[in-house]
Structure formats: structure tokens, C-alpha cells
């Protein structure tokens, strides 16, 4: 399988059959998952929540923020929304995250990928076999020889020890290096 690895092509050889690749690029915020924070809470007569875990979709790159919305007959007069920013985009995560247990401290925070960002190949029982972070989905797949249509297979040192070059391309260098040395005659 050929790809495109920060704009340089790559390619993996998968061993099994059958398998499945799926694509779901890493955007601006990084791979997506889950992230869980543990808070505790200013409030004494709440502090039965003091170690709550709360787990959301989110991305690598996230940061999570509370804000503080007036809210009258509230323990500090205000309601706690749980919000995210990735790179100046702000988002709602939970509105109300908050709202009689007074401003939050956050003591643990921790983020799981969830592998379902990238080029990702599983095999048929649904293991994964490579996630690789890509940022477009610009891949091939050969099943019959060792490169994709539209390539020509040629040696090379590294793994898996050859190469995919495009025959289109391959071919006016060629011509280009044959049209030279018939004009040297």
C-alpha cells in the first residue's frame, strides 16, 4: 500500500488478507478520542463530588476551559460551562457542567486516542494493524503484484525492498534522457 506521509510517499506491505483501511485525516486539533478530567469543587456541601470523572469526545491538541456563567441561586452565583479551544476555535463541550458546586480545579486530565484517526488498516477480526497519522487520504492499494496500478515496481535497499514509482513519470524522464543523448550524436 502506497501513502502519503508529510509529503513524502511511503508505502507498508500488509501480510494478511483479507484487510480494511479506512481514512480519517488528523486535522488542525490532532487524532481524535476521549478525555477525561477529574475535578474537585469549591463548594463544602458539595464536596461529595470532589474526585468526579467526566469523560467527553475530544482531540489531542484540545485544551478544555471552564466559564463561569451569573446564575442566580448558585453557590457563587455562578454555573460552570465546560468548553474547548483548539488552536482560537472555541466549542461547547457541556453547558451546565456546573452548577451548585462553585468554581472547579482540575486534578487530572488524560487523553486516549481513540485509533480512529489516520490511514488505519485492520485485519478481518477488527484488530488494527497499522494507524498511521496522515494528513490527507492519499493512499493505494495493490493486490496483485507488489505496487498499484498505474506504477512500475524497481529495486530498492530499504524495506520492503522495492520501490513504486509512477510509469508515467518514469517514462518522460526516459524519453527526456533518450531525446538528450540522440542530440550528443
Not at 488528523?26 to 477525561?36: A, F, I, N, P
Not at 524495506?159 to 518514469?170: F, M, Q
Request: aromatic fraction near 10%; glycine fraction near 10%; charged fraction near 15%.
Amino acid at each position: 500500500m502506497l501513502f502519503t506521509e508529510r509529503d513524502t510517499q511511503k508505502q507498508i506491505e500488509v501480510q494478511v488478507t483479507p484487510f480494511f483501511v479506512s481514512c480519517n485525516p488528523v486535522g488542525d486539533c490532532g487524532k481524535s478520542g476521549t478525555r477525561t478530567i477529574t475535578v474537585n469543587v469549591a463548594n463544602p456541601a458539595a464536596s461529595s463530588n470532589n474526585g468526579s470523572q467526566h469523560s467527553y469526545a475530544s482531540f489531542k491538541d484540545e485544551v478544555w476551559h471552564f466559564v463561569a456563567v451569573p446564575q442566580v441561586g448558585t453557590y457563587d452565583g455562578y454555573h460552570y460551562d465546560l468548553y474547548g479551544n483548539c488552536h482560537g476555535t472555541e466549542r461547547l463541550i457541556q453547558s451546565g457542567f456546573s452548577v451548585n458546586s462553585g468554581a472547579l480545579t482540575v486534578i487530572n486530565n488524560v487523553f486516549v486516542s481513540d485509533g480512529a484517526t489516520g490511514l488505519v488498516v485492520k485485519d478481518n477480526n477488527g484488530n488494527t494493524l497499522y494507524n498511521i497519522a496522515v494528513s490527507e487520504c492519499n493512499y493505494q492499494i495493490a493486490c496483485d503484484g507488489n505496487c498499484p496500478e498505474g506504477t512500475c515496481e524497481c529495486h530498492s535497499d530499504s524495506y520492503p525492498g522495492y520501490c513504486c514509482n509512477d510509469c508515467a513519470s518514469t517514462s518522460a524522464k526516459l524519453k527526456a534522457i533518450g531525446d538528450e543523448l540522440r542530440s550528443k550524436q
